[in-house]
């Protein structure tokens, strides 16, 4: 079974559009982050939400927006996009702040 | 500002001899600090976790150091297989619970 899925694993788009990554994980933890990891593979946090809050949010522009539903989905989502945005994002789950990370496979975003 | 240095460099070494990655950090006090795994093409893994209080933390072929004097981490793998090939990511965690990753090394084991 699959510890943290996201969807799409690819996403192509134009300039200027809006698009959702969807990541839900089964694993029972309570803390979920979106990490974004450009071609230098740098790996960045986004954000973070723990029982709904959201707890770290980076400087990202306002256009991306996490929304939880509940704990075990933390959506992003990216209004307006531009081609700078054109990365790998990857969600992860943790069981509390301290602990290791769990990643979903990516998602492989690419603005045109 | 805060700093994690990895090798950039790939680090090439021949099956069964241990490969050592080395991850520096500066204008850092870290509570935890990580070790991953990431393959092309997929996420990170999660390998060891070591405390700033520890020095030393095996798990099977795996081995991590943690000199906070130095403020460096060493990654050995010993008895290494061609399976072993991927780029290894340090990260340092503070007592806020932010986890912030270097760049990662590569490493390439031939047969």
Known sequence: DTAVSQTPKYLVTQMGNDKSIKCEQNLGHDTMYWYKQDSKKFLKIMFSYNNKELIINETVPNRFSPKSPDKAHLNLHINSLELGDSAVYFCASSQDQSRKRFFGQGTRLTVV | ?111
């Open chain 2, 1 to 111: 500002s805060q700093k994690i240095e990895q090798n950039s460099e790939a680090l090439n070494i021949q099956e069964g001899k241990t490969a050592t990655l080395t991850c520096n950090y500066t204008n850092y006090s870290p509570a935890y600090l990580q070790w991953y795994r990431q393959d092309p093409g997929r996420g990170p893994v999660f390998l060891l976790l070591i405390r700033e209080n520890e020095k030393e933390k095996r798990k099977e072929r795996l081995k991590v150091t943690f000199d906070t004097t130095l403020k460096q981490s060493l990654f050995h793998i010993t008895a290494s297989q061609p399976a072993d090939s991927a780029t290894y990511l340090c990260a340092l965690e503070n007592r806020y619970s932010t986890l912030t990753f270097g760049k990662g090394t590569m490493l390439l084991v031939s047969p």
